[in-house]
């Protein structure tokens, strides 16, 4: 995840650099159900109004929360599915929270009533995030349903009045990039707390709607737009809560678009970026799905590592004979293509390997989804400088 309105906010104020990041445990996205209440066109675990057999039990769920505080894990995200459909949520939640764990809830928002927007809270969830793919009809259109973005933004303030720290999460495709800026305005006019735009992932039901990606020139667009808001807002003492995700060449844009707007603060900037590590899948970012089986991340449920009733998590995790795992966790990555290439891969680490795999069948090869030139892959801008 790249925060975005962090890195504006010490673009205005300096100060010492942050040292490398280097997470004790990785943070886990836990597919708690399969089962949701919708069908949304870009899924990435392809759920469905149905029950999943094998689903892990209550009290295997409650084994699997002692295995992660073994690993070291510092924060769950509990999703789906629709995680709100679990009848246990609460019982594991209650127990997660007693254990420590930072605790968020991904949810399409459409089930967030006054019941369990209390329950969520009384539960001490840290955050609870709702997808809103576009304003009304390109979001229902997403999600397939005809009042689903109506529903979701009632959940949203419902959450919101109940006293829990919310946010949007909007998907960046062709189809929705326009609605960008009307979507921050909707979310800054309810008072939501942050906004995450993910990057389009070739995961799930994803896989078939590739043609859905924002082109490159949309892509850029969107985030010149952010990153002008954003620090618009940071100059105004407000930088707010904005992140992306799913694409790490936002760090490498980012450092452009500084090289633009405040060329005189390159250098350490761009060591700030370098630290921040680029893409952790694999690494700082893990996934369990319905089942228990452990992957990289939650877009490689083509490739399991294990699973928490055969193996406990943190030696599944720790595990780098798989040569995929060994090649994330290596440093550098085994990159090709223009990713091997270019001069700002310490910020990127080589971004979205899955992509890669999606379209060439190689994990390694140059990631589809990095927006940026060659010619802005070969500048060293600010390494110079730094060196």
Known sequence: ?????????????????????????????WNLIRRCNLNCKHCYSTSADTD???????????????????????????????????????????????????????????????????????????????????????????????????????????????????????????????????????AEGEGIDKFYLSHFNYAGRGRSHRADDARHAATRTALDWLFDHVWARARQGRAGDFVTGNNDADGVYLLHWIARCEPDRLADMRARLVNWGGNATGVGVANIDNLGNVHPDTMWWHVTLGNVRERAFGEIWADRSDPLMAGLAASPRPLQGRCAACAQVGICNGNTRVRAAAITGNPWAADPGCYLTDEELASPLGAEVAA
């Open 52 to 186: 999943f057999k094998g689903e892990l039990s209550t009290a295997e769920a409650l084994d699997v929360l002692g295995q992660l505080k073994a690993a070291r894990v510092p924060a769950l995200i509990l999703s789906g599915g629709e995680p709100l459909l679990r009848a246990d949520l609460y019982t594991i939640a209650a127990r997660a929270r007693a254990l420590g764990f930072h605790l968020s809830l991904s949810s399409n928002g459409t089930l967030l009533d006054a019941g369990h927007a209390a329950r969520l809270a009384a539960c001490g969830f840290d955050y609870v995030g709702v997808s809103l793919d576009g304003l009304p009809a390109t979001h229902d259109r997403f999600r397939r349903s005809d009042d689903a973005f109506r529903q979701a933004l009632d959940g949203l303030r419902t959450a919101r009045n109940a006293g829990l720290r919310v946010g949007v999460r909007m998907t960046l495709t062709e189809q929705n990039a326009r609605e960008l800026p009307a979507l921050v305005a909707l």
């Open 1 to 29: 995840m790249f925060r975005l309105s962090r890195f504006m906010e010490a673009l205005r104020d300096g100060g010492p650099v942050p040292a490398p990041r280097k997470p004790a445990g990785p943070v886990v996205i």
